[in-house]
Each structure stands twice: as C-alpha cells, then as structure tokens.
C-alpha cells in the first residue's frame, strides 16, 4: 500500500516521534543548568574557556554527525541511526558520575553530541517526510516545541536534584532513565522513506548538484538561512555557558539560576507551537530577520541587567525571537530543497547550525577571559544583529512565500 502524505494522515507516527523528541531535549537539558558548577566544583575549572570545552566537544561531534546522518539515513534509513543515536548516549551518565578526570566529561559530551546529532536530525526528517509540504512549519514547531520544552523542564529538575542531593550521582542517573525511555519508545518508530518517493512524484523543487558547497555559499537562501542558523547556536552556546556564571556573579543562587536558565528554553519551546504554524502562512524572511533582531537585542541587554525580573523579561524575549526563527529555519530549507537531496541538504544545515555550539563556546569564553562576562554578551549580540541583516539584504524571498 503506497503511503499517504500528510499530518491529519500520519497523526499517530508524528505523535510518537513528537513524545520521542521531547526526551532528546530532556536529555541534553539535565546538563543545562549545571555544567558550570560541575566543572569548578568537582574539576576546580575556573578559566571560562577550560569550562566551556565540554560545549566545544558537544558542538563539534553533534555538527559533524548532523553532516553524516543526512547522507546515512538515506543509506542505512532514519529508524536505524534514531536507535544507534539512543544506544550511544547510554554510557553518557556512568561516565560522568564516575570519573574523576576532565578528559572524560569532554568524551561523555562528544558521545552526548554524536546521539543528539542522530537522535534528533531523525526525528526532524522523519516528520518532515510524513507530513509533506502543507503542514511542514506546524510539524517543526512541534517537533523544536518538544524537544526544547522538555530540555526546560530538565534544566529546572536538574538545579532542583544538585541543589537537594548534589551534583552526582542523582541528577546523571536521572538523565539515563531519559534516555532509557528514549530508547524503547524508539522501536515503535516507522520508517519513512516511503513517503520521499511520493512526494518526490509531485514536486517542481530542482534537485541539488553540490549540496554542502549550495547550502553553504552559493545558493542565497540556503546560505543565509545556514549562517542565521549558525549564529543562533552560536548566542546559543554562550548563554549555556556564560549566562549561569554570570547570575552567580550577580548573587543569584542555584535554584534561582535553574529557574532562569529554564525561562529561554521554555519560551523557545512553547512559541514553536505558533511560530511553526505561522511559517506555513507568513513570510519566512521577515520572519528569520525579525527574531534574529530580536534576539541579538536581547542579548546585549542582558549585560546591563541585574534583578530577577528583569532577566525574566529580556530571557523571555530572547525565547521567543529564537522561537520565530528555529523552526522557520527547517521549514525554509525543506521548502527550498528537492524531497530526495532533503536530507542530505538538511544535513549540511544542521552542521553548521550546531557547528555555532562550539564557536559560540570558543568565542565567548575566549572574549570573556580577556574582556569579561559582560563584554562577551554584548559582542555576541551584536553578531547576532549582523546576521538578521544578512537575512534581510541578502536572501530572496522563497517559493510559496508570502
């Protein structure tokens, strides 16, 4: 029986693929919160450069899996990498409750990044194939919705179980059962690449020659939608790392800074279920330059803030420019990509996108050694700016734009 195309078709697969990306997120989240604290309480990391390698490790190896699972799960099918992603993670949380060596939390987060890399690029592409192209920002919505909701929700139980029982083992032993229940709701999956050969019978998109030179330079709304998308985990990356030590600087304790790491990954989440939606009806440039702007003005105003409610209100800002332009980034390039290079082109968005974990990490760390915490926000903000201007003076508008 030849499948059928669509959300209200598929809805029991999107469902299931939903639930299982919200435990990718929450898996990743029960880092969020308190990685920094780890590392200069067990390790005595002080240097913001030393404690930010764990985001370098973490970006790099989930950048250049992102590479490899487009072209993989064409060859070896997008059910398969989602559970191998899964079986990778389960050393993750032994490593990091039993070493005593910095060496090897750099090793559990490569291992963290490579199954984020298979478990979540399988998801995204596995809804994509399902849904075709009428829903395909409502199904990124919810799929980011998910999968950053519960990185939230991680972050606050995380601070929550350091904060009563210590930085090891509770908190670590938590994100295993995540991953566990990952893991097993995974062999219910269906594989989808069915649906690409249907699809493929009835769409005009052109086929693409030279997919990583084509999304990286020469194609113009593939390349600007690939740099946003780099700079957007670039600030990313900085607020994971810099934004906990910079509300310890500020007085701020550790259930107080969980509750405020949570407020932007949450915001981000709960706005996809609109923004994705929105991206199926309004013009996804305007929509990529507006929250790009509004994220890099957040973020310089966060260097010049100090009560609790004022990060809540800048935070929340920055959740929701991120939020406008997460799942307008995937949507953008699915709409822009022949079905049969999707993937593969997806592949190479997403290795530069998270690519920005690690430049964000590197370049923060490096400017806030040198010039401060403060200084390194602002400058990061100010890329961010730069980079909504590149969407507005160089990317076309978009076949089925508005």
């Given at each position: 029986m030849?499948p059928?195309?669509g959300?209200?078709?598929?809805w029991?697969?999107f469902?299931?693929?939903?639930?299982?990306n919200?435990?990718v997120?929450?898996?990743?989240g029960?880092?969020?919160s308190i990685?920094p604290?780890?590392?200069?309480?067990i390790f005595?990391?002080?240097s913001?450069?030393?404690m930010?390698?764990?985001?370098?490790?973490?970006g790099v190896?989930?950048?250049?899996?992102?590479?490899f699972?487009?072209?993989?799960?064409?060859?070896?099918?997008?059910?398969?990498?989602?559970?191998?992603?899964w079986?990778?993670?389960?050393?993750?949380?032994f490593?990091?409750?039993?070493?005593g060596?910095?060496?090897w939390?750099i090793?559990?987060n490569?291992l963290?990044?490579?199954s984020q890399?298979l478990t979540w690029s399988s998801t995204v592409?596995?809804?994509?194939d399902?849904?075709g192209?009428?829903n395909?920002?409502?199904?990124m919505?919810?799929?980011?919705f998910?999968?950053y909701?519960?990185?939230?929700?991680?972050a606050v139980?995380?601070?929550y179980l350091?904060?009563n029982?210590?930085?090891r083992?509770i908190?670590?032993?938590?994100?295993?059962?995540i991953a566990l229940m990952?893991?097993?709701?995974s062999?219910?999956?269906?594989?989808?690449?069915?649906?690409?050969?249907?699809e493929?019978?009835?769409t005009s998109?052109p086929?693409?020659?030279?997919a990583?030179?084509?999304?990286?330079v020469?194609?113009k709304t593939?390349?600007?939608?690939?740099?946003a998308g780099?700079?957007?985990?670039?600030?990313?990356?900085?607020i994971?790392g810099?934004?906990p030590v910079?509300?310890v600087e500020k007085?701020?304790?550790?259930?107080?800074i969980?509750?405020?790491a949570a407020v932007?990954p949450?915001?981000?989440?709960?706005?996809q279920l609109?923004?994705?939606k929105?991206?199926?009806h309004?013009?996804?440039?305007?929509?990529l330059?507006?929250?790009m702007l509004l994220?890099?003005?957040?973020?310089?105003a966060l260097?010049f803030v100090?009560?609790?409610?004022e990060?809540?209100v800048?935070l929340t800002?920055?959740?929701?420019?991120?939020?406008?332009?997460?799942?307008t980034?995937?949507a953008?390039v699915?709409?822009?990509t022949?079905?049969?290079d999707r993937?593969?082109?997806l592949?190479v968005f997403?290795?530069w996108?998270?690519l920005?974990y690690?430049?964000?990490a590197?370049?923060s760390g490096?400017?806030a050694?040198?010039f401060?915490?403060?200084?390194?926000?602002i400058?990061?903000g100010?890329?961010?700016v730069i980079?909504?201007?590149i969407?507005?003076?160089r990317m076309?508008r978009?076949?089925?734009?508005n």
């Amino acid at each position: 029986m030849q499948p059928v195309l669509g959300l209200k078709q598929n809805w029991k697969q999107f469902s299931l693929l939903v639930l299982i990306n919200a435990f990718v997120g929450a898996t990743v989240g029960m880092e969020r919160s308190i990685f920094p604290d780890f590392a200069l309480e067990i390790f005595g990391l002080e240097s913001h450069m030393a404690m930010l390698t764990f985001i370098v490790a973490f970006g790099v190896s989930k950048a250049i899996t992102n590479y490899f699972s487009g072209k993989f799960s064409n060859r070896y099918g997008r059910k398969n990498l989602l559970i191998f992603g899964w079986l990778l993670v389960l050393p993750v949380p032994f490593i990091l409750n039993l070493t005593g060596s910095w060496s090897w939390v750099i090793f559990a987060n490569s291992l963290l990044g490579i199954s984020q890399g298979l478990t979540w690029s399988s998801t995204v592409v596995m809804k994509i194939d399902l849904v075709g192209e009428k829903n395909r920002g409502l199904a990124m919505g919810l799929n980011e919705f998910a999968g950053y909701l519960a990185l939230g929700i991680s972050a606050v139980i995380s601070a929550y179980l350091t904060s009563n029982y210590g930085l090891r083992p509770i908190p670590f032993w938590t994100m295993g059962g995540i991953a566990l229940m990952g893991l097993l709701l995974s062999f219910w999956a269906k594989e989808t690449k069915e649906h690409v050969k249907v699809e493929s019978s009835n769409t005009s998109s052109p086929k693409v020659s030279k997919a990583f030179w084509n999304t990286t330079v020469s194609d113009k709304t593939l390349s600007s939608v690939t740099q946003a998308g780099l700079v957007n985990n670039l600030n990313d990356g900085m607020i994971w790392g810099l934004l906990p030590v910079l509300l310890v600087e500020k007085g701020f304790n550790l259930e107080e800074i969980g509750s405020l790491a949570a407020v932007y990954p949450v915001v981000w989440g709960f706005g996809q279920l609109f923004t994705g939606k929105m991206s199926d009806h309004f013009s996804k440039k305007k929509m990529l330059f507006i929250g790009m702007l509004l994220q890099g003005f957040a973020i310089i105003a966060l260097g010049f803030v100090f009560s609790k409610m004022e990060f809540i209100v800048l935070l929340t800002f920055l959740g929701i420019g991120t939020a406008i332009v997460y799942p307008t980034f995937l949507a953008t390039v699915a709409s822009a990509t022949h079905p049969q290079d999707r993937a593969e082109v997806l592949g190479v968005f997403r290795f530069w996108r998270d690519l920005g974990y690690a430049v964000g990490a590197l370049i923060s760390g490096i400017v806030a050694d040198q010039f401060g915490i403060v200084f390194s926000i602002i400058f990061i903000g100010i890329l961010t700016v730069i980079s909504g201007l590149i969407i507005e003076f160089r990317m076309p508008r978009i076949r089925l734009d508005n």
